[in-house]
C-alpha cells in the first residue's frame, strides 16, 4: 500500500484546486477563525473565475469549515468548547474503528512506515508548524491501513476542522512531553497484533489531548 496524503490530491477541476487552497490555508493559518473570504480576491490569487471559489465554499461550509453569509461570502469558522469536545469524541470513534480494522492488514512494512513517521515528528519538534504535519501523516496513514476509504474521509475531515487550534496551541505551549511515548504505545499495541488494544491505546491518546486544549482556548478565548 502507497502513503495516502492527509492533504487533497492533484486538482483536477478548478473547484478541486479552489477547495485544495483554501482548504490548506485555513489549516495552516493563514486565514483565521473570523476572517471574511472574498470569492473575487481568492479568484484573482488562484487565476481562475469567482464560481469555481463560490463552490469550494459551499464544500467547505459542509464540512463546517466556513460559515456561508448572503452577500458577504464566507467566513472561517471556529469552534466553540462543546464543538471541540465533540469533534475529539468523534476521532476518538472513527479513528479507534480504523486502527481495530487496520491491525488484520498490517505487516513488517507498515509498522517499519509508522517508525519512520514517528522519527520524522521528533526530528521538527521544534519547528510547531512542521510537527502538526507530521502528526497528521502519521494518524492518517495509519487510517488508511484500515482500507476503507469513506472512513478515511470522515477522519481527515474531521482533523481539518480542528487543525487550525492545534497548530495556534502549539505556537504558544511545548508539545507534550508525553508526545512521542503514546505514539511508541500505539506502535506497540499495533506490534502485539491486539486490535483491542491497540484501539484503546489510542482512543486514550487522542481524548488524553482534549483537557490542555480546552484549558488553552478558554484562557485565550480562541
Same mark, same amino acid.
Given at each position: 500500500?502507497?502513503?495516502?496524503?492527509?492533504?487533497?490530491?492533484?486538482?483536477?477541476?478548478?473547484?478541486?484546486?479552489?477547495? @485544495?487552497?483554501? !482548504?490548506?490555508?485555513?489549516?495552516?493559518?493563514?486565514?483565521?477563525?473570523?476572517?471574511?473570504?472574498?470569492?473575487?480576491?481568492?479568484?484573482?490569487?488562484?487565476?481562475?473565475?469567482?464560481?469555481?471559489?463560490?463552490?469550494?465554499?459551499?464544500?467547505?461550509? @459542509?464540512?463546517?469549515?466556513?460559515?456561508?453569509?448572503?452577500?458577504?461570502?464566507?467566513?472561517?469558522?471556529?469552534?466553540?468548547?462543546?464543538?471541540?469536545?465533540?469533534?475529539?469524541?468523534?476521532?476518538?470513534?472513527? /479513528?479507534?474503528? *480504523?486502527?481495530? !480494522? @487496520?491491525?488484520?492488514?498490517?505487516?513488517?512494512?507498515?509498522?517499519?512506515?509508522?517508525?519512520?513517521?514517528?522519527?520524522?515528528?521528533?526530528?521538527?519538534?521544534?519547528?510547531?508548524?512542521?510537527?502538526?504535519?507530521?502528526?497528521?501523516?502519521?494518524?492518517?496513514?495509519?487510517?488508511?491501513?484500515?482500507?476503507?476509504?469513506?472512513?478515511?474521509?470522515?477522519?481527515?475531515?474531521?482533523?481539518?476542522?480542528?487543525?487550525?487550534?492545534?497548530?495556534?496551541?502549539?505556537?504558544?505551549?511545548?508539545?507534550?512531553?508525553?508526545?512521542?511515548? /503514546?505514539?511508541?504505545?500505539?506502535?506497540?499495541? !499495533?506490534?502485539?497484533?491486539?486490535?483491542?488494544? @491497540?484501539?484503546?491505546?489510542?482512543?486514550?491518546?487522542?481524548?488524553?489531548?482534549?483537557?490542555? !486544549?480546552?484549558?488553552?482556548?478558554? *484562557?485565550?478565548?480562541?
Amino acid at each position: 500500500m502507497h502513503l495516502v496524503s492527509p492533504y487533497p490530491r492533484q486538482p483536477a477541476t478548478a473547484e478541486e484546486e479552489a477547495y @485544495a487552497f483554501l !482548504l490548506d490555508a485555513i489549516c495552516k493559518g493563514r486565514y483565521r477563525t473570523g476572517d471574511r473570504l472574498i470569492a473575487e480576491d481568492i479568484a484573482n490569487d488562484i487565476g481562475m473565475s469567482r464560481m469555481p471559489v463560490r463552490e469550494a465554499f459551499r464544500r467547505l461550509a @459542509a464540512e463546517g469549515l466556513v460559515n456561508l453569509r448572503p452577500n458577504r461570502g464566507a467566513i472561517v469558522s471556529g469552534l466553540n468548547i462543546e464543538e471541540m469536545r465533540e469533534v475529539f469524541e468523534m476521532r476518538s470513534a472513527l /479513528e479507534g474503528l *480504523a486502527i481495530r !480494522l @487496520a491491525v488484520a492488514h498490517l505487516n513488517e512494512r507498515h509498522l517499519n512506515r509508522l517508525e519512520r513517521l514517528l522519527d520524522e515528528m521528533d526530528e521538527c519538534r521544534d519547528d510547531s508548524a512542521e510537527w502538526i504535519g507530521r502528526h497528521r501523516a502519521f494518524h492518517h496513514y495509519l487510517c488508511s491501513l484500515a482500507e476503507r476509504p469513506r472512513l478515511l474521509r470522515q477522519i481527515s475531515a474531521l482533523y481539518s476542522v480542528i487543525e487550525p487550534h492545534l497548530r495556534l496551541w502549539l505556537q504558544h505551549v511545548d508539545k507534550p512531553l508525553s508526545a512521542r511515548e /503514546e505514539h511508541a504505545a500505539i506502535l506497540d499495541a !499495533l506490534r502485539s497484533g491486539d486490535a483491542v488494544q @491497540a484501539q484503546r491505546v489510542l482512543c486514550e491518546h487522542i481524548e488524553g489531548t482534549v483537557p490542555s !486544549l480546552l484549558e488553552f482556548l478558554e *484562557a485565550t478565548g480562541t
